[in-house]
């Protein structure tokens, strides 16, 4: 398989790496809960693949450019909930793991 020449537009470059980053991070949260023993839902199992194979065939895991940054392989609900999956592979108590957005104070 000849591999192509690397392309010299900086987005494109850009697309790919986190193509690789967010096939690694979907394989390493397989892989955390396969070492750990942890068993992962039926849904959490399916929503692993199906990313996966769309990263894979068309280098995002999204149709929806309103959901997910140009350029990223992942749309934001995609990432946070692989974050979750990732958290209950380590054994994170449920909650933590996930960032929590800081909330504004109302001085009322």
Do not use: C, Y
Request: aromatic share 4%; proline share 7%; charged share 35%.
């Amino acid at each position: 398989m000849k591999r192509k020449p690397p392309s010299n537009n900086p987005f494109e470059a850009q697309r790919k790496a986190a193509q690789r980053a967010a096939l690694n991070a979907l394989r390493r949260a397989r892989r955390t809960a396969d070492k750990a023993g942890v068993a992962l839902s039926e849904w959490e199992g399916e929503f692993l693949e199906s990313v996966s194979d769309r990263v894979r065939s068309h280098g995002r895991a999204f149709g929806d450019p309103e959901k997910g940054a140009p350029g990223q392989a992942l749309s934001t609900l995609q990432g946070r909930k692989l974050k979750e999956i990732t958290a209950k592979a380590k054994g994170a108590p449920k909650g933590e793991g996930v960032p929590r957005w800081p909330r504004s104070r109302r001085s009322d």
